[in-house]
């Protein structure tokens, strides 16, 4: 619904009918009609109802420059009445801003991609934009994105302390994050006009909390727990609007937290909508594996250090009957290392794409999934319907991930290169019954898509954060 003040009521209430949320109001000339993103005072002609519609279709449409025309009818309607336009009188766009990162894992990222994706399907007029928070630090976020996904990697130990004492002094943390991006966080909320911030991210809720609180800007603000069950105390703000949660472990968090069951939602984890697997692929899959086919491995090898990923691929080829597909991202060191490693077998048992950007194409041709307990990563291989073995997790806020996979059946956990294939092989045993059963156990676990409920509920608060603003 559009936001109007003052003015003419028959004029808002018609303007409010025909969805209009924009930012710009309506202008007339002797040429035409045009949708200008100055704020102007006169008086219009609406000749039919078709002329708003063709505005709004155009502006649905995708047009947002400084100006779109409309030509006027051929003749003057019967009906034609005449409107002012009041000065006070404003139709606002709703505006959502993202907080994200870049680089920091993408998983992140994933999930600000699929909430625009479903925001944007179910309200055209709707305007999202993502900012990577790191830039708000243009050194030290540099800094930081860059060395995180080698840090867990090579130094997990590292991460998790640092994991620990964020988790317990919240505020130092917040303290030294909004010296550093005042400026810019707040010239973006300035410029942008948000009428709802929601971070995906645990950095930049309290710091960013602080500074709108600080200049006295009222945005409500939602906080979206991008991990399933072990999260920091980051994520957990009692000035956030709503804290919204993946799961029902973290529910539980958030209400032992202080945070109230009202104002913590239990929306499921968002994922990118081209995981959303239709249902003739987990049947293709299954038909797979009782016609007795190769056995596709998937491995993420990009979480592994060099010497462990060596020694996994190695392991796994050494099983009869598999075909084994590593993804290892943009390390292209690490590719380079197993081509030469494992030359015999690559093209042939061995596939070695590098960096790939139709990760749900490799997720569909395969019948087992080898990765750390990342969440995104998980949820999508679910929502794919591929069986997964977990083999280790990031100290912090992925500890709780192998437990909750394997406790709903989704998957099983070997943290033990030399067990692998016992493990792999029982998952086969009795005509795949186990590995039958995590299949099916995933395709019912992904009827419910949490990208559309958690981009609907959004919209919806919207509303009631105009209220509380």
């Not at 030469?340 to 596939?351: C, E, M, N, T």
């Amino acid at each position: 619904m559009a936001q109007l003040a003052g003015g003419d009521e028959a004029l808002k209430d018609l303007l409010a009918e025909l969805g209009f949320t924009t930012g710009e109001t309506f202008t007339a000339s002797s040429n035409g009609w045009f949708l200008s993103a100055e704020r102007a005072t006169g008086e219009f002609e609406s000749r039919s109802a078709a002329h708003l519609e063709n505005i709004a279709g155009l502006y649905a449409g995708g047009l947002d420059g400084d100006r779109a025309r409309i030509p006027p009818a051929d003749s003057p309607s019967s009906e034609s009445t005449r409107h002012r336009i009041p000065s006070e009188v404003v139709v606002v766009k709703r505006r959502i801003l993202l907080l994200s990162s870049e680089h920091t894992g993408h998983g992140h990222k994933s999930i600000a991609q699929s909430l625009t994706s479903y925001l944007t399907e179910l309200d055209a007029a709707v305007d999202v934009r993502t900012a990577n928070a790191f830039d708000f630090f243009p050194v030290v976020g540099t800094a930081v994105e860059k060395f995180y996904i080698p840090l867990i990697t090579h130094a997990p130990r590292a991460w998790g302390f640092f994991f620990a004492l964020s988790d317990r002094y919240p505020r130092v943390l917040n303290w030294f994050s909004k010296q550093s991006m005042e400026s810019r966080f707040i010239a973006l909320v300035r410029d942008y006009q948000p009428n709802l911030i929601v971070s995906v991210h645990p950095g930049f809720i309290g710091c960013a909390l602080d500074l709108l609180e600080k200049r006295g800007l009222r945005v409500p603000f939602v906080s979206l727990i991008a991990d399933l069950v072990t999260f920091s105390s980051l994520w957990v703000d009692k000035r956030s609007f709503r804290t919204i949660s993946p799961t029902s472990e973290a529910t539980q968090k958030l209400l032992a937290m202080g945070i109230p069951a009202e104002a913590a939602p239990e929306l499921g984890f968002p994922i990118r909508r081209r995981f959303e697997t239709p249902a003739e692929v987990f049947d293709r899959r299954i038909e797979r594996r009782r016609s007795g086919a190769p056995l596709g491995i998937l491995v993420f090898a990009n979480a592994f250090p060099k010497t462990r990923a060596r020694k996994l691929v190695d392991t796994l080829l050494g099983i009869e009957g598999t075909r084994v597909t590593v993804i290892t991202g943009r390390d292209d060191r690490l590719k380079e290392s197993l081509a030469r490693a494992f030359a015999g077998w690559v093209g042939k048992s061995l596939i070695l794409p590098g960096y790939v950007t139709d990760m749900e194409r490799h997720m569909a041709e395969n019948d087992l999934l080898l990765t750390r307990a990342g969440p995104n990563t998980l949820l999508e291989a679910v929502s794919c319907g591929l069986p997964i073995v977990i083999t280790g997790h990031v100290p912090g806020q992925e500890e709780g991930n192998p437990g909750w996979i394997e406790r709903r059946g989704l998957g099983i956990i070997c943290r033990s290169i030399p067990t692998l294939p016992a493990a792999i092989l029982e998952l086969l045993t009795d005509d795949s019954r186990r590995w039958l059963d995590i299949a099916e156990r995933q395709r019912r676990f992904a009827v419910r898509v949490a990208g559309r409920e958690t981009a609907a509920y959004l919209l919806a608060l919207l509303g009631k954060a105009d209220g509380a603003s």
